[in-house]
């Protein structure tokens, strides 16, 4: 035995379901239909504020991703001068503990630095 679909006209007559005709699909239409202008623009200016809301959340997190990875990519830049920094301080480091600049130095007729200068005054 196959279902059949619901129909209210056959259900009115047999009475098995007790539905009544005017009871279903006309109600709802003639509430439907009864809005007032009022609520006509209630419900109008509700939809159009959630478009607007839905447009507006979409947009602010637009930016934010976009403000974030512009972040991330300067603190990648950062760390990227950080470490080159580090490496000029070490190559510094390792050419001032081995004496080299010393010896360049005197080698030019430079002094390193480490003499006692004097001030003349008048």
Do not use: C, H, W
């Amino acid at each position: 035995m196959a279902r059949q679909p619901l129909d209210v006209r056959a259900a009115a007559q047999v009475e098995s379901f007790r539905i009544r005709m005017n009871s279903i699909a006309p109600g709802l239409r003639g509430s439907f239909t009864r809005l007032s202008r009022v609520e006509r623009l209630f419900y109008f200016s509700v939809t159009i504020a959630v478009i607007f809301m839905a447009i507006a959340i979409v947009f602010v997190r637009m930016k934010t991703l976009e403000f974030k990875s512009s972040t991330d990519q300067m603190r990648i830049e950062m760390a990227n001068t950080q470490t080159e920094i580090n490496q000029y301080q070490q190559e510094i480091n390792n050419l001032t503990a081995q004496g080299k600049v010393g010896t360049a130095a005197s080698s030019a007729n430079m002094t390193n630095g480490n003499s006692p200068t004097y001030k003349v005054t008048k």
